[in-house]
Structure formats: C-alpha cells, structure tokens
C-alpha cells in the first residue's frame, strides 16, 4: 500500500514571498502520478498542479511549482509571490497507474497561512 | 461547465438515524468516487464506481454503509445506522476515466454531524 507523509502541519509567510510545503511518499511503483490540491475553508478540493512520474521536468502552473526528486520519493509543492487567496489547506496525493481511474491517497495536510 | 454537486452541505442527526447524502457528478464522467475526510485529515477513498458498477469498495464499512449508482450519473451514498464516529465530511469527486493521467474533481462535500 501506499503511503504519503506531510511533516508540516502548519506553516506562515508573508504575502509576496516564496514558500515550499513537503511531500514524501513510499510506493514499489515505477509508474505513478502525484498531485497537490487546495482545500479553503468551502471545503471545495481543487487541483493545483500535477506531475506523471515518468516525466523528468518538474511541473509548473503560474506561480506553483513543484520539485519532484523520484529516487528520494519527494514531491514538494513552491509557492511563488504568496496571495491572500493561497491560505488553505494543501493536500498531497498519489495515484498509481493501474486502473487509470484509482482512488487518490491523500496526506494529512499542511494548513499555509499568509501574513498581510 | 456545471462541477461536481453534492446535498445536503450540512446535516446533523441522532444516533442511530439513518442518512443518505447525494452526488451529481460532472456531465459525461463515467468514474465517481466517494472520500471520507476526519477533521485534521485527509480524504480516504470509500468506493469507486466505473459507471454503474463499483470496481473498489474495499475501505466502505459494509455493516452500516451502502451505496448505488444507478444508470452509471448520480449517485447515493447512506448510512444506516449512523454512529457518534460517523461525524466527519464525505466528498464525492468524478473523473472521465480510462485515461492514464485522469483528474479526479471534487464536490464541496456535505458535512455530517451525529449528537
């Protein structure tokens, strides 16, 4: 089974600066996906951004990126020019590549806050 | 393009009732999944259904939980009954499926509280 482990429960920075939340996770697959999703307090989960494992370059949207080291297995989540509107939590998951539609494995979350 | 629609968004209950939540998946997604999210947790998957037939209802507590899918579009999922436990949101997400890189999106979830 797979696991996926976020370390940080809680972090801050100040709007305008750059922050990185932490994603590790353990599988035996050599074909996978990753993801991070947003969860405001609507509770509506929303993908930020994405990454297919077989893929060398690491996966940008805007502002987000993502540092993929497959051998550490580490998928971490940088946000660049913080908003107001980035405070949520943000949900690392994984889905492997067998049935094309698997559930998501999700961690335990990192709750980001932004400093005005 | 219309999302994922969940109801109700809250609902409290005794213990004991029974409780049944909604999901109208995105038009033309033939996989649907319901999550079950603790407070301070991620979501844990229940079931997966590939239209109308659920392929991955491994973690869904058989004993008092139950869910269908009928003609592979909406889809119910129903406690019965519900315990103090229970208490947590359920996600429902739909994805087009048979795609490797598939996206699964969310529905805002109903929140379930049980006194």
């Known amino acids: 089974a797979q696991t996926v482990t976020q370390s940080q429960p809680e972090m801050s920075v100040q709007e305008a600066e750059t922050v990185t939340l932490s994603c590790t996770y353990d599988?035996?697959?050599?074909?996978?996906?990753l993801f991070w999703y947003k969860q405001p307090p609507s509770r509506q989960m929303i993908l930020v951004i994405r990454q297919e494992a077989y893929k060398q370059q690491n996966a940008t949207e805007n502002r987000f990126s993502v540092n993929f080291q497959k051998a550490a297995k580490s998928f971490s989540l940088k946000i660049s020019d913080s908003q107001l509107g980035d405070a949520a939590m943000y949900f690392c998951a994984f889905r492997g590549s067998g049935g094309g539609a698997d559930g998501l494995t999700f961690g335990k979350g990192t709750h980001l806050i932004i400093q005005p | 393009e219309a999302g994922v629609v969940q109801s109700p968004r809250y609902k409290i209950i005794e213990k004991k009732q029974p409780v049944a939540f909604w999901c109208n998946p995105i038009?033309?997604?033939?996989?649907l999944y319901w999550y079950l999210q603790n407070l301070g947790q991620g979501p844990e998957l229940l079931i997966r259904y590939e239209n109308e037939e659920a392929v991955d209802d491994s973690q869904l507590p058989k004993d008092r939980f139950s869910a269908e899918r009928l003609k592979g579009v909406d889809s119910t999922l129903k406690i019965q009954p519900a315990e103090l436990g229970d208490s947590a949101v359920y996600l429902c997400?739909?994805?087009?499926?048979?795609?490797?890189?598939?996206?699964?999106?969310f529905g805002p979830g109903t929140r379930l509280t049980v006194l």
């Open positions: 599988t035996s697959e050599s074909d996978y996906y």
């Open positions: 997400a739909s994805s087009a499926g048979g795609v490797r890189t598939d996206t699964q999106y």
């Open positions: 038009s033309g997604h033939n996989t």
